[in-house]
T-cell receptor, first 110, second 112 residues
């Protein structure tokens, strides 16, 4: 069965304390992996798309990487405004289906 | 603003009732996805339409149905509502298959 697992479920960081979020996947074939940010009660906001192992994308304090079995979202020197739930999703090969993980709830304290 | 519009933003209804949620995709996007997000839960894929046709189906209950119209807007119909159907319902639209999906702000459904 196609599955996406994110860890940790929740993460508390001090402002400036860098860390990484993990998204591991077991799918029949990967077409692409997507990272989103979701604030409470809001719709997910697109961050990155990764298509092949070894690929990296960066945006401000965030960097996403991809291997054959997992993706990492690295957060460097986070600020309180980075507090949100971070979701990853995979698109299966030969289908348009997008399967989401349950997310990592990140809290950054000043 | 993602360009995806969902109405209504909030909906309160009683058990056993039927409601319709509406989604207008971004201009030019042919794909529409529907997701359910219960309290502190992940996004559960319900169904996807592409240019008016059903393309993929997830864990959608038989009491739920959807359609996409010629102008590409989509509607999700929920019937015989139960307390457990209370959730945020999101739609997302997408252009080509290898591009990201953009989400609306959701409809918060409360069944009392």
């Amino acid at each position: 069965e196609d599955q996406v697992t994110q860890s940790p479920e929740a993460l508390r960081l001090q402002e400036g304390e860098s860390s990484s979020l993990n998204c591991s996947y077991t799918v029949s074939g990967l077409r692409g992996l997507f990272w989103y940010r979701q604030d409470p009660g809001k719709g997910p906001e697109f961050l990155f798309t990764l298509y092949s192992a070894g690929e990296e994308k960066e945006k401000e304090r965030l960097k996403a990487t991809l291997t054959k079995k997992e993706s990492f979202l690295h957060i460097t020197a986070p600020k309180p405004e980075d507090s949100a739930t971070y979701l990853c999703a995979v698109q299966l090969r030969n289908t348009d289906k997008l399967i989401f993980g349950t997310g990592t709830r990140l809290q950054v304290f000043p | 603003d993602s360009g995806v519009t969902q109405t209504p933003k909030h909906l309160i209804t009683a058990t056993g009732q039927r409601v319709t949620l509406r989604c207008s995709p971004r201009s030019g996007d042919l794909s529409v996805y529907w997701y359910q997000q219960s309290l502190d839960q992940g996004l559960q894929f319900l169904i996807q339409y592409y240019n008016g046709e059903e393309r993929a189906k997830g864990n959608i209950l038989e009491r739920f149905s959807a359609q996409q119209f010629p102008d590409l807007h989509s509607e999700l119909n929920l019937s015989s509502l139960e307390l457990g159907d209370s959730a945020l319902y999101f739609c997302a639209s997408r252009g080509a298959m290898n591009t990201e999906a953009f989400f609306g702000q959701g409809t918060r459904l409360t069944v009392v």
